[in-house]
C-alpha cells in the first residue's frame, strides 16, 4: 500500500504501556480505491467543490448544464432510434418546411407558369434521396463504428481528400445552423410581423439556447428536442393528409396571389434550362441532413449500424412524404411565394387550408421549433467530426476533449459562436445563405460514395458487385448535383464556398504539419543509456527584498541543487550593502550575487547574467525560480508581482530555460 494513500499513526492509550495504531485514509472523500495498489479514482466531489465566488459559479454551471457524468456513464448515455430520429434526423425532415419555397422563389422569376415545374422538382429531388439513402445504408454497414465521409474518403481517397470531405462539412455544418435559425425565425415573424426587425437578434438567443441544451450532454437533449420534432411530424402529416383529401374532392378554394405579384409577374424572365437547374439546386437542400446519421453511428445504441440503417429509412420516408406533399398542395391550390419575404409558403399553405385560426398558430409553432431545433443535427455532428479531426491531428487537441457531460464542449461553443457570425453578416436570409448550404453537403456527399466506391473494387467484399452499383449511382448523383450547385449558384454565393474549402484544407494540412513537426523535434532520438542522466540545472533565484516569499523560493531552490545562486539586481548600493550584510543570518551558505544596474534596468541585466552563465555552460538549462506574492483579493495583483510578470514573459520564449513559481499565500492570521 502507498504510504501517501494509508498513514499509519502510533497513538498512546491511557494508561501506562497501551498503544494502538490508528489508520488514515487522507482521501476517502474526494477519491474512491482503485483496484491496484496506489490508484485512486476521482469523485464528483473534486469537480463539484468550490469555495468563495467560485462556488456561486458552480452552482449557476450546474443548473445550466446540468452535474457531471462519469465515463462509466458513457454506454447509458447512448441514443435509442427514436431520439436519434429528433437529434439526427431533423435538419433533413425540418427541409420539407422550406425546400418547395425555394424552388418555387427561382421559378417565380418566370411568372406564374413556371410555378407547375415545382412538382416535378420535388420528385426528382425525392427520386434522388432514395439514391443517397440506400448509399449511405451500405456506408453505414460498411463502416459501423462511424460512417462520416471523412472517415471513409481518408480511408478508400487518401489523406487530402478526406480533409476536403472535412472542410466541406465543416463550412456545412456552420451553415446548416444559420439557414435553419433563419427558417425558423422566418416562420416566426410570419405570424408576428412585428418581430421581424429582431430576426437577427432572436436567432443569436436561440442559437445560444441550443448551445447550453447540446452542453448538457447528446442524451439530455435529445429529450429536451424530441417532442418538438415529433410535434412537427404529426402536425404537418395531418395537415398535408387533410390538404391532399379536401384538394382532391374540390373544396380547396384557388389562391388569390398579392398585388405585388402582379407587378412583378410582369418582369419576369423566360422560362431557360439554367433558371431550371437553378431551382432544382435551391429544391436539393432538402437532402442535406442525410449523411448526419451516418456521421452519428457511435452515438446509437448497440447494434450501432442496424439502428442507425432504420433510423436513416425511418428520416427519409418522413421527409418525402412532407416534402411531395407540400409540393402537389400548393402546385395544386397555386400558391405563390411572398415577394417581401414575410410570409412563408407554408403558412400561406396553412392559412389556405384552414384559415387564420388555432391551425395556423399550431402549425407555425411547431415549424418554428423544428427549424430551430435542424440546427441540433449541426450540434450532434460537427463536435463528433471536429473530435476525429483532432484525434488526426488535424483540428487544436482541445476539440477532442469531452466536458463535464460528455458533450464535446470545444466543438459546441465554436460552432455556436461562428454561426452566430454568419447570421449577422447574412441579416439572417434564407435565401442568402442557401446558395453556400448546399455545395460544400453535396462535395462531401461525393467523396464518400466515391470512398465506398474504392472500397468495393478493391476489397472484393461479400456483395461487392451491388455494392459497387449502389454507390456508384450515388456518386454519380450527387456529384451532378454538386456540378448543377457550384454552377447555377455561383454569382449567388457558390463562390465563396469554392474558396473557404480550400483556405480551410490549407489551415487544416498546416495544424497538422505543425503537430507532425512538434512530434518530431520532442520524442527521444533514442533510449537513454543504464545511468545516464541528463545535465543538472543552473538554479538561480531572483529576489528583490528580504521578505517570506522569497525566502521560500531561496528553500525551494536548495532542495534542487545545492549550487543554488541568489541574484539580486538594484540600482541603490546602499540597499544592496545592507542585503550583503544580513544575508549569512537569513539564507544561510546559499550564494548571492548582486548585480548593480546604473541604468535602472532589472530584466536586461538579468537576461544578461543569464547570458554569461551559460557561455560557460551551454549543456547546462538554467532552473529561474520565481518568488510571488499571492495577496487575499485578486484585485491587489495590480499592486504586486508585476516585475515578476515581465520577467516570466521574457523567459517564455527563451532557449534552454525552465521556470518555476513559487507562490506565497497570505492569510489573515500571518503577522509579525
Known amino acids: 500500500m502507498d504510504p501517501l494513500l494509508e498513514v499509519r499513526e502510533q497513538r498512546r492509550g491511557r494508561k501506562p504501556g497501551d498503544a494502538y495504531v490508528r489508520i488514515v485514509h487522507p482521501f476517502d472523500e474526494e477519491f474512491r480505491r482503485g483496484e491496484d495498489d496506489g490508484e485512486l479514482i476521482a469523485t464528483e466531489r473534486t469537480i463539484l467543490d468550490r469555495h468563495g465566488w467560485k462556488a456561486g459559479l458552480r452552482t449557476v454551471r450546474s443548473w445550466l448544464i446540468g452535474r457531471p457524468i462519469s465515463t462509466d456513464r458513457e454506454e447509458h448515455e447512448r441514443l435509442t432510434k427514436t431520439k436519434a430520429l429528433a437529434i439526427f434526423s431533423s435538419d433533413n425532415i425540418s427541409s420539407s418546411a422550406y425546400g418547395p419555397e425555394e424552388i418555387m422563389r427561382v421559378l417565380a422569376l418566370a411568372g406564374t407558369g413556371a410555378l407547375t415545374l415545382t412538382l416535378p422538382l420535388a420528385l426528382l429531388i425525392t427520386v434522388m ?82 448551445m447550453v441544451g447540446n452542453l448538457r450532454g447528446i442524451r439530455e437533449s435529445g429529450t429536451i428536442f424530441m417532442v418538438p420534432t415529433y410535434a412537427y411530424i404529426a402536425v404537418m402529416l395531418g395537415i398535408v393528409g ?49 449523411e448526419a446519421i451516418s456521421d452519428g453511428v457511435p452515438a446509437f445504441k448497440a447494434p450501432e449500424w442496424r439502428n442507425a440503417r432504420i433510423t436513416l429509412t425511418w428520416a427519409a420516408v418522413i421527409f418525402a412524404i412532407l416534402f411531395l406533399g407540400i409540393a402537389f398542395l400548393v402546385t395544386s391550390i397555386g400558391i405563390v411565394p411572398d415577394p417581401t419575404e414575410q410570409q412563408t409558403v407554408l403558412s400561406l399553405l396553412v392559412r389556405q387550408l384552414a384559415g387564420d385560426g388555432a391551425v395556423l398558430v399550431v402549425a407555425q409553432v411547431a415549424t418554428v421549433l423544428i427549424l430551430v431545433l435542424a440546427a441540433n443535427t449541426s450540434f450532434a455532428d460537427f463536435p463528433r467530426l471536429s473530435s476525429f479531426l483532432a484525434r488526426d491531428e ?206 535602472r534596468g532589472l ?10 552563465l551559460q557561455r560557460q555552460a551551454p549543456d547546462r538549462p538554467i532552473l529561474v525560480v520565481l ?44 503577522k509579525r
Open 603 to 612: 530584466v536586461g541585466p538579468l537576461l544578461a547574467y543569464m547570458d554569461a
Open 627 to 670: 518568488a510571488e506574492f499571492v495577496p487575499r483579493h485578486w484585485w491587489e495583483n495590480v499592486l504586486h508581482n508585476q516585475t515578476a510578470f515581465r520577467l516570466r514573459l521574457r523567459l517564455a520564449r527563451r532557449k534552454n530555460t525552465l521556470v518555476a513559481h513559487v507562490p506565497y499565500h497570505v492569510d489573515r492570521t500571518t
Open 242 to 290: 387533410y390538404g391532399v383529401a379536401r384538394t382532391l374532392l374540390g373544396e380547396v378554394p384557388h389562391f388569390e396571389p398579392p398585388a405585388a405579384w402582379a407587378a412583378l409577374e410582369q418582369g419576369g424572365q423566360a422560362v431557360s434550362l439554367f433558371l431550371i437547374l437553378r431551382a432544382f439546386s435551391q429544391g436539393a437542400v432538402a437532402l442535406t441532413g442525410v
Open 394 to 599: 488535424y483540428l487544436p487537441r482541445q476539440f477532442a476533449f469531452r466536458g463535464e457531460r460528455l458533450a464535446f464542449t470545444t466543438g459546441i461553443v465554436f460552432l455556436s459562436v461562428t454561426a452566430i457570425g454568419l447570421l449577422i453578416g447574412f441579416d439572417a436570409s434564407v435565401t442568402g445563405l442557401i446558395p453556400l448550404y448546399t455545395l460544400g453537403v453535396f462535395i462531401a456527399f461525393t467523396l464518400s460514395q466515391g470512398g465506398m466506391l474504392a472500397r468495393w473494387w478493391r476489397r472484393r467484399e461479400d456483395g461487392w458487385r451491388a455494392g459497387l452499383a449502389i454507390n456508384g449511382l450515388g456518386a454519380l448523383t450527387t456529384a451532378v448535383v454538386a456540378i448543377v450547385v457550384g454552377g447555377s449558384n455561383f454569382l449567388q454565393g457558390a463562390w465563396l464556398v469554392m474558396v473557404l474549402v480550400p483556405l480551410l484544407m490549407l489551415l487544416l494540412v498546416a495544424i497538422h504539419g505543425h503537430y507532425r513537426d512538434m512530434r518530431e523535434a520532442l520524442a527521444l532520438d533514442r533510449i537513454p543509456a543504464a545511468g545516464e542522466v541528463d545535465p543538472e540545472p543552473i538554479v538561480i533565484v531572483p529576489i528583490a527584498r528580504m521578505d517570506r516569499p522569497a525566502r521560500q523560493a531561496i528553500a525551494f531552490a536548495n532542495s534542487i541543487s545545492r549550487e543554488a545562486v541568489a541574484v539580486h539586481v538594484t540600482n541603490e548600493p546602499g540597499q544592496a550593502d545592507e542585503l550583503r550584510l544580513r544575508w549569512p543570518q537569513w539564507a544561510g551558505t546559499t550564494e548571492l550575487v548582486v548585480v548593480e544596474s546604473p541604468y
Open 129 to 210: 434521396l432514395a439514391i443517397v439513402t440506400v448509399s449511405y445504408r451500405q456506408t453505414i454497414r460498411a463502416y459501423p463504428h462511424g460512417a462520416s465521409s471523412y472517415i471513409v474518403a481518408s480511408d478508400n481517397l487518401g489523406p487530402m481528400l478526406g480533409v476536403m470531405a472535412a472542410a466541406a462539412l465543416l463550412l456545412g455544418y456552420i451553415v446548416t445552423v444559420a439557414v435553419s435559425v433563419s427558417a425558423g425565425v422566418a416562420a416566426l415573424t410570419s405570424i408576428l410581423p412585428g418581430l421581424y426587425p429582431e430576426r437577427v437578434l432572436i436567432g443569436t438567443g436561440l442559437i445560444l439556447l441550443l
